[in-house]
């Protein structure tokens, strides 16, 4: 059974890094990019970036600037870095496995995390 | 980037009717587009993908059709569980991006 768990810091402050990690349980890490999506009431569902079992990342050009993903394939977590935050940063963050091949769809997600940016 | 657009943004049907949704792409994305489903509190979960495909354990009263840069999403028979917020998503061309939402309500 695939399962994605998040866990990191909910409440930060102007300025302050945001750092969220995703644990993944399951066959296989490799072939699969993992991916970071963030929603809001007013943009919508977002996607941040994604990373491969081997490092290769895709950033979101908005955000690219103040965006690093990392992955660390013994433990099978990845994991997002968000530097200096602002109030628009706040938001739901999913992880996601983008499921690509034959079929590309986001197959797994996931709890979310409400991260608020306030000081 | 991509945007993507929906219609309507909302609707409220009664259980039994057939609900359509659809999607826009501002260029030409082929039949790159998922659609996903989304209760409140919880993650969105992929319902059809490559526009046409029923993704598996899904009911056959959903379904989706399209190519290019128009897309439909149907619920053939609404059901209460199908109270929910629906998205499309294309993965033509990074950024992905995801439409608006249409949230579902029974009548």
């Known amino acids: 059974q695939v399962q994605l768990q998040q866990w990191g810091a909910g409440l930060l402050k102007p300025s302050e890094t945001l750092s969220l990690t995703c644990g993944f349980s399951g066959r296989s890490f490799s072939g699969y990019y993992w991916t970071w999506i963030r929603q809001t009431p007013g943009k919508g569902l977002e996607w941040i970036g994604d990373i491969n079992h081997s490092g290769s990342t895709n950033y979101n050009p908005s955000l690219k600037s103040r965006v690093t993903m990392s992955i660390d394939t013994p433990k099978n977590q990845f994991s997002l870095k968000l530097t200096s935050v602002t109030a628009a940063d706040t938001a739901v963050y999913f992880c996601?496995?983008?499921?690509?091949?034959?079929?590309?769809?986001?197959?797994?997600w996931g709890q979310g995390t409400q991260v608020t940016v306030s000081s | 980037d991509i945007q993507m657009t929906q219609s309507p943004s909302s609707l409220s049907s009664s259980v039994g009717d057939r609900v359509t949704v659809t999607c826009q792409a501002s260029?030409?994305?082929?039949?790159?587009l998922n659609w996903y489903r989304q209760k409140p509190g919880k993650a969105p979960e992929v319902l059809i993908y490559d526009a046409s495909n029923l993704e598996m354990g899904v009911p056959s009263r959903f379904s989706g059709s399209g190519f290019g840069t128009h897309f439909t999403f149907t619920i053939s028979s609404l059901q209460a569980d199908d109270i929910a917020t629906y998205y499309c998503?294309?993965?033509?061309?990074?950024?992905?991006?995801f439409g608006p939402g249409t949230k579902v309500e029974i009548k």
């Open positions: 998503q294309q993965y033509d061309s990074l950024p992905y991006t």
């Open positions: 260029g030409d994305i082929s039949d790159n």
């Open positions: 996601a496995r983008l499921h690509g091949g034959d079929s590309t769809k986001y197959d797994y």
